[in-house]
């Protein structure tokens, strides 16, 4: 998603956000950054295949299993995919043009969630058109 905003003292910025697939690093979570990688969740999902088809082999024919009851697993089953999907990171940069007497700036943080980056994305765009800058309250902070 890209906005392009002039500010009050005119310049023209460039606010844009994009998904961060990976976890960014911080230094302060970085002994809680340090994981096995994919390898534990795909060994979940492999036991969890070989228990469902167990349980489908070992099924009586006898047995009778209702289609809302095979609805509702599969909504279980894909509910936590679907949160992480929509919880992933987002980078949002906010990037100003070099002008004859202003340098360029440039303000980077990270947003998660969809709504939520988009609330943040049109906030930093009021803010620029209202006072030049984005909020030094918010999670955009300036980079060197």
């Keep these: 998603m890209t906005r392009l905003v002039r500010g009050a003292d ?9 998904i961060e ?12 950054d340090v994981s096995g990688g994919h390898g534990p969740g795909v060994l979940m999902l492999a036991i969890v295949v070989v228990m469902a088809v167990i349980l489908v ?3 009586p024919e006898q047995v009778v299993v209702p289609g809302w009851l095979i609805f509702a697993l599969v909504l279980v089953f894909l ?5 992480w999907a929509v919880r992933r990171p987002w980078l ?15 303000w980077v943080g990270s947003v998660r969630g969809f709504l939520t980056v988009r609330n943040e ?6 803010k620029i058109e209202m006072y030049s ?4 309250d918010g999670p955009l902070q300036p980079v060197d």
């Design 133 to 136: 800058l984005p909020d030094l």
């Design 57 to 59: 082999a070992w099924t």
């Design 121 to 126: 994305v049109a906030n930093v765009a009021r």
């Design 92 to 106: 949002v940069a906010a990037e100003s043009k070099k002008t004859d007497e202003l340098p360029p700036e440039r």
């Design 10 to 18: 005119g310049r023209m910025w460039t606010v844009r956000s994009q």
């Design 79 to 83: 509910f936590f995919p679907a949160r």
């Design 21 to 32: 697939w990976r976890n960014p690093s911080a230094d302060a979570d970085f002994e809680h």
